[in-house]
């Protein structure tokens, strides 16, 4: 993703909610300041919610005016937190849905299931999740996360594109890295853990700056060489266009991510899941990529963004 205004993961506490309300399509807003635990959706509408970064945001305006098109009343909680937050606020029902990346949401209900390919992940997800809860059908958009290396480190290793993140670690030989990402990636098994006992690249090697969940922090830091290897995301422009090399996950740590919708099944009727799924059978990694590239780069609105992508594939 091009350059984010907001990290993807936060640290894990209830944050104050900082968007604006946009409104549009006959949506409303329910984006006021104050902690989102304590608001739940009202009788026929629905709440949408996002993690705090702008890949999410902008899908929260995909999946929400898509709803809207279809004579639902909607609302917005925008930049909550990390999933650790927005998880248990669809759980609760003080938000209806939220965008999510099955991969990951797996690997936070249960860190030791097999992420082989989409159709396994969405059935452990499924036998995961209390039954309140419902993942829709998957897109083929994803957006995973990355190790990338700055183009000083990938250079002074010999590395090109097509290497791997075992190559990587050979390459070092011992030596000790710095990598910057998010809090949370120290410590999940898409991050250092699965960097340890998947490629051997052990914590005594690392030091580790925290910054944003391939955020602007992150990438600042990647493209200066303030950092040897980051945690961006794949689609991420500033990959290209800082010369960055991202490093092939061949052991799957990082899994599949395919973009798709976390429901609260008692707040979301038959008509707002087909259209839901209506938006995931459009939407793939290029259409991803180009959505975020007008949000992040050309700096549009992501609620006009997302407006006129639904209009363009006739959702609204």
């Known amino acids: 993703m091009s350059p984010k205004i907001l990290p993807r993961f936060a640290v ?23 902690s989102p635990l304590a608001q739940s959706a009202s009788a026929g509408s629905v709440v949408v919610g996002s993690d705090n970064f702008p890949e999410s945001v902008l899908l929260a305006d995909v999946y929400g005016q898509a709803l809207a098109a279809k004579g639902t009343k909607v609302g917005y909680k925008y930049n909550i937190g990390s999933r650790e937050v927005t998880y248990n606020l669809v759980k609760s029902g003080s938000i209806t849905l939220k965008p999510e990346y099955n991969g990951a949401l797996l690997a936070y209900l249960n860190k030791s299931a097999a992420q082989t390919s989409t159709s396994e992940v969405d059935a452990a997800i499924t036998a995961a999740l209390p039954s309140n809860l419902e993942i829709l059908t998957p897109s083929d958009a994803q957006d995973g996360d990355t190790l990338t290396l700055s183009k000083q480190e990938a250079s002074t290793l010999g590395l090109s594109q097509g290497a791997t993140i075992g190559d990587f670690v050979t390459k070092l030989a011992g030596k000790s890295i710095t990598i910057g990402g998010s809090p949370e990636f120290q410590t999940r098994t898409q991050g250092l853990v699965g960097l340890e006992n998947d490629y051997g690249l052990k914590a005594s090697q690392i030091t580790y700056k925290t910054l944003d969940a391939g955020g602007p922090l992150t990438e600042k830091a990647l493209t200066s060489g303030q950092v040897d290897a980051g945690d961006l995301f794949t689609t991420d422009t500033t990959i290209s266009s800082g010369g960055l090399l991202t490093l092939v ?32 059978a459009k939407l793939d990694s290029a259409t991803l990529l180009k959505l975020d590239a007008e949000v992040q780069v050309q700096k549009q609105d992501p609620l006009t963004v997302a407006n006129n992508w639904l209009k363009s594939e006739g959702l609204s």
């Open 12 to 34: 894990p506490a209830v944050a104050i909610l900082a968007a604006s309300a946009l409104a549009g399509c006959g949506s409303t807003s329910s984006n006021s300041g104050g």
């Open 249 to 280: 996950d061949s052991k799957d740590i990082f899994g599949v991510q395919n973009v798709l919708p976390l429901i609260n099944k008692s707040s979301l009727s038959q008509t707002g899941v087909t259209a839901l799924n209506a938006v995931d």
